[in-house]
């Protein structure tokens, strides 16, 4: 893959690393303690 079109600085890429950790921890979690209880 090509990203040179994007300045990958450190502060961009830790920024993109911690979205992508959070939103997997999030699925996991939701894996490991399903919700979807009624309102």
Request: hydrophobic share 60%.
């Amino acid at each position: 893959m090509d990203f040179s079109w994007m300045a990958w600085t450190w502060p961009t890429a830790i920024f993109f690393v911690v979205i992508a950790t959070l939103i997997a921890g999030m699925g996991a979690w939701e894996w490991a303690v399903p919700g979807g209880s009624p309102r």
